[in-house]
């Protein structure tokens, strides 16, 4: 049989037969499931980390990063990345930051996506594999107004919010960032820690948002039957369970940026007198 007779009339109409690549611009003659808007050898290109070296920061190599002598403690758990970010996944990102592809958007969302099913797999199977491991909400590294207003969109946004509709969590603004920095390749490691400080901080009414996710999330966990809505409440509010927030970004490279962002949300649920757990997800990692 005919490979187009067997795809389905939705993913036909997203790649009608003889549509370029999004990516390469070749037409397409054959595409990956899931991911018609690219040539199969663009997909085949794309660098998945399917071994993990670092257990800590999702690494797929040696990593000198989380094992050196007084490295400080993080403020995230984990985190974890759909691909390593090469040179083809570099390009990428720049085809659709900095010149207007955006129609790659929902390709990078439904790479990063994979990684977020991965990773919540991943951390039932640690939690004895009970129960699915929930998080209380999904939430993003901001970008500054000029950039919002320049670019039109927040990249990690639209990687947050393809993970939220997988993880069924869901999607906060929680933190804001104060000022835009100038562009961070042409930096030193030091300058780019030391601009970190004071850029991002939580939005004011971050813990507002967060409050009914945290009661929804309870409301999931345990059947009404066994605990009532009220009681529920009451446990929630009262005991010591640790809020636990997934923040998404494009690119981890030293991971400073998602470390300063899971210091604030910890410092969020801290001043309300909860502890915070930050996952981190990212597309990419350096
Ligand atoms: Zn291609
Ligand atoms: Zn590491």
């Not at 900095?98 to 390709?107: I, K, S, T, Y």
């Not at 990063?112 to 039932?124: D, H, I, K, N, P």
């Not at 993003?140 to 207003?149: H, N």
């Not at 757990?277 to 990419?284: D, I, K, M, Q």
């Amino acid at each position: 049989m005919a490979k187009e007779a067997v795809l389905s009339p939705l993913h036909n109409l997203l790649a009608p037969p003889g549509l370029p690549c999004l990516t390469c611009g070749k037409m397409i003659s054959g595409s990956e499931k899931g991911y018609p808007e690219i040539c199969s050898s663009c997909y085949a290109s794309i660098p998945w980390i399917r071994n993990l070296k670092c257990a800590a920061c999702g690494r797929p190599v040696g990593c000198p990063d989380c094992t050196r002598e007084g490295v400080p403690a993080r403020n995230f758990v984990l985190n974890r990345s759909a691909v390593a970010y090469n040179a083809t996944m570099r390009e990428w990102l720049a085809q659709y930051k900095f010149r207007g592809n955006e129609a790659l958007g929902p390709v990078l969302a439904r790479m990063a996506g994979f990684a977020a099913q991965r990773m919540l797999r991943e951390l039932s199977e640690k939690n004895g594999g009970t129960s699915r491991f929930r998080f209380d909400a999904v939430t993003f590294v901001p970008v500054s107004e000029d950039r919002l207003m320049e670019r039109g969109f927040n990249q990690a946004r639209t990687l947050a919010l393809e993970a939220s509709a997988i993880l069924g969590s869901p999607l906060l603004p929680l933190l804001e960032r104060i000022r835009h920095t100038e562009k961070q390749s042409f930096k030193s490691r030091w300058q780019r820690l030391r601009d970190l400080q004071g850029i991002f901080c939580p939005a004011d009414n971050a813990w507002d948002l967060l409050q009914p996710a945290l009661y929804r999330s309870v409301a999931k966990t345990f059947p009404r039957s066994v605990f009532s809505w009220h009681d529920a409440m009451i446990a929630e509010t009262s005991e010591a369970r640790p809020v636990r927030l997934l923040l998404v970004d494009d690119v981890y490279t030293t991971g400073s940026t998602v470390d300063t962002c899971a210091g604030l949300l910890r410092e969020l649920c801290e001043y309300w007198g909860r502890t915070a757990e930050v996952y981190c997800l990212t597309w990419a990692r350096s």
